[in-house]
């Protein structure tokens, strides 16, 4: 059984060849999904939100006015249409295996980051029973989780933000990521997983310290994630005054959304689950 | 104290304190043996037998507070009113029904708020609930979905994720009752539909719980009264019996003054009820009871559609 289950587990990394063999990461750099004979779902976006509603007619045209008021974004083509120079990536595709009365279930999970390089991250990890459908389910799971990056400089206030504003660390698992801001020049240093994802924020210069089991992809990969996110989480004195409060997008187009959506349960290319 | 309440008898009580009257009737100051420590405020004492007291004085502060929020909200279809306690079902649907609110009465489905791909999925702007203990499922969601929650709590109630916690009796069928009335009315006169002046000529009584049998029960002692009256003149009853019915089968029953049949006005909300109570009424040949206190005239019609 235990031989069988090894053959199975061989047979698969064989049938995964590309990704087996360059699991280390930087193999398989999927650019912009596929455009093969899949056209008709990708065109015709039906939005099921309501800011999926505003995002298509165009009252929405920047995404941070989302992060504004802290809107849970569902579709992901809402991130599409908002950022538009979105590039992905594959990091890595492992298998992971369970183990049944007649074998092992195998999975490929796959790590993808996604970002415009230029303050906007996300990351998606999704596990499938095909390699594909795993690498397409981490994009949608990436856009969805877009972050926006704080920027700032090393000293001297010339030009445009380049480094990290203040020291920050993130930490997942046993790994922690410590970024500190270097001068312009420096180039980032860091090892090659979290520079991949530091290059997709779009930060220039950046000096990094890691601790734990660096060697778990997963961990490191969502370490760094993490430390991104707390850029913005870092009160400065410029967050010192007063916040002016403005009106959600709910409130403001109440009456564009109020207005019901015709049409929608004739072609519904999603699945609809019945409550 | 005692000689204000004395006084009170002979000068006209304003409209807070006669709100506040129906509410010592209802028993919306009587909370629970236990209080949580976000709710110690709004208690007024501990009774002997370990019952907290609620100052009503706040809890109408809050109803206050309550109303102008959901006045607050343009597009009033945006507002979910939800109760899965039975006692708390009636009151929701009228409320909805006078507001211009949504309401969800029984079982709220996991992911109602944040499953974009159920059917049921909507994404409403404001949540008013009856109990945080019993729907704290809806809170939960609404948690994630940056939705403001509006709660009457009793005084063990917890409080997380609260925003507008009424503190109340969420406890007894008349209280809850009270308390969507008292706050549908608030609406409707910071809305201008009212005038403030005026007393609603709806009923607190339209908002209570009915049980069902209960309701079985007044409908068929308000068939069995007109009988007699039907006998004498059955050939003008057999034309009555086909107008009312075709004009206005799911329109409650009229009885405007509402002496007896106090609770019979109103039928089971879904109107479900209605078609079955009164089905069989035709059937028999007998008037439908509808404009029985009042007897056979041509008024009864007339004043049948203004009801509706």
């Known amino acids: ?275 | 104290m005692a000689a204000a309440a004395g006084g009170g008898a002979v000068r006209a009580l304003s409209q807070k304190e006669q709100d506040i009257q129906m509410m010592l009737a209802a028993d919306v100051h009587l909370g629970t043996k236990n209080c949580d420590f976000q709710m110690e405020r709004y208690v007024f004492k501990r009774r002997t037998d370990g019952i907290y007291i609620i100052n009503l004085g706040k809890t109408w502060e809050k109803l206050q507070l309550a109303a102008r929020v959901i006045v607050a909200i343009e597009n009033p279809q945006d507002i979910i009113v939800q109760s899965a306690r039975p006692y708390g079902q009636r009151a929701v649907l009228k409320f909805a029904q006078y507001t211009g609110a949504h309401a969800i009465a029984g079982r709220h489905t996991p992911g109602t708020f944040t499953n974009q791909l159920q059917t049921s999925f909507s994404e409403p702007r404001l949540l008013i609930l009856t109990d945080p203990r019993t729907d704290h499922q809806p809170i939960k969601e609404s948690a994630l979905g940056n939705i403001p929650t509006i709660a009457f709590c009793d005084t063990d109630s917890p409080m997380r994720y609260v925003d507008i916690g009424i503190p109340a009796n969420n406890k007894g069928r008349n209280s809850i009752g009270c308390l969507f009335w008292l706050l549908a009315r608030m609406v409707l006169q910071m809305r201008g539909t009212i005038l403030p002046g005026h007393k609603w000529e709806v009923m607190v009584d339209l908002f209570f719980y009915r049980d069902p049998e209960e309701a079985k029960e007044q409908e068929e002692e308000a068939a069995a009264a007109p009988d007699f009256a039907a006998i004498t003149d059955y050939q003008g009853a057999e034309q009555w019996g086909a107008e009312q019915w075709t004009s206005d089968v799911a329109v409650p029953p009229v009885a405007p003054t509402g002496a007896d049949w106090g609770a019979a006005p109103a039928p089971v909300p879904t109107g479900d009820g209605w078609d079955q109570a009164g089905a069989p009424v035709p059937a028999d040949g007998v008037v439908p009871p509808v404009a029985a206190p009042t007897g056979w005239d041509q008024a009864a019609q007339p004043t049948a559609q203004g009801w509706e």
Request: hydrophobic residues 35%; positive net charge.
């Open chain 1, 1 to 275: 059984m235990a031989d069988r289950g090894g053959q199975r587990g061989g047979d698969r990394g064989g049938f995964g060849r590309g990704f087996g063999r360059g699991g280390r990461g930087d193999r398989g750099g999927r650019r912009g999904g596929r455009r093969g004979g899949r056209q008709q779902e990708e065109e015709k976006w039906v939005p099921v939100t309501k800011l999926g509603r505003l995002v298509k007619e165009g009252r929405i045209n920047k995404i941070e006015e989302i992060y504004l008021h802290s809107l849970p974004v569902k579709e992901h083509q809402i991130v599409e249409q908002l950022v538009p120079g979105l590039k992905d990536e594959v990091m890595k595709i492992t298998p992971v295996q369970k183990q049944t009365r007649a074998g092992q279930r195998t999975r490929f999970k796959a790590f993808v980051v996604v970002g415009d390089c230029d303050g906007h991250v996300g990351l998606g990890v999704k596990c499938a029973k095909e390699v594909a459908t795993a690498i397409r389910g981490a994009i949608i799971l990436a856009k969805l989780s877009v972050v926006p990056v704080r920027r700032g400089y090393w000293g001297n206030k010339i030009g445009q933000p380049h480094t990290v504003p203040c020291k920050v660390t993130g930490k997942c698992g046993s790994v922690t990521v410590r970024m500190v801001p270097a001068p312009r020049g420096s180039g980032i240093v860091a090892a090659r997983v979290p520079k991949k994802v530091l290059q997709f924020a779009g930060i220039d210069d950046v000096f990094t310290s890691s601790r734990g089991s660096t060697k778990t992809l997963g961990n490191f990969v969502k370490a760094t994630f993490d430390c991104l996110m707390k850029t913005y989480g870092f009160l400065t004195p410029e967050f010192w005054t007063e916040t002016k409060y403005v009106k959600t997008p709910f409130q403001e187009f109440t009456d564009l959304l109020a207005k019901p959506t015709k049409g929608l349960l004739i072609d519904a290319p999603t699945e609809t689950v019945e409550a």
